[in-house]
């Protein structure tokens, strides 16, 4: 499971080092992808197969669901880490992302997101007042 927030660099040839703590779950492989609200997933190439899994059911006929598949799938590349525990975020997603030197890496459970600094301190200060004032049941049976 990823959990917390990291603040690694982008290096000069788009490279990051991914938190110590992913590692494990990312050995088996690791799958970039357009994420929204402008950040880059990141999936272990195990859970990504779910995730593609679940997408294919949707039905050919829905426009929306057509969309989604060519701008999620379209975007996605399969990365390994060197020697060094780095990997390389694709130029196209590094310019979808407005990605350059400080980074913020947060965990969400079944995958990662990469973040520009920037973008992700202003998502946070705009959603953790309505977060923390919640009083209204967001996901069903848990919160």
Not at 8 to 20: F, N, S, T
Not at 83 to 92: D, N
Not at 99 to 121: C, F, K, P, Y
Not at 126 to 131: G, I
Request: hydrophobic letters at 40%; glycine letters at 6%.
């Amino acid at each position: 499971m990823f959990l917390g927030t990291y603040a690694p660099k982008l290096d000069d040839k788009g490279r990051v080092i991914l938190p110590a703590k992913f590692r494990q779950d990312l050995e088996s492989g690791i799958v970039l992808t357009r994420g929204q609200e402008r950040c880059i997933y990141v999936f272990s190439a195990v859970e990504f197969q779910k995730v593609h899994e679940r997408i294919r059911q949707a039905p050919l006929t829905s426009a929306g669901a057509r969309d989604f598949l060519r701008l999620f799938l379209s975007g996605a590349s399969s990365e390994a880490p060197d020697s060094q525990h780095r990997i390389t975020i694709p130029t196209s997603l590094r310019e979808y992302a407005g990605l350059e030197r400080d980074l913020t890496v947060i965990g969400v459970g079944d995958r990662a997101e990469i973040w520009a600094t920037d973008a992700w301190n202003a998502y946070y200060e705009a959603r953790e007042a309505d977060f923390s004032s919640t009083t209204e049941e967001v996901i069903p049976g848990i919160f």
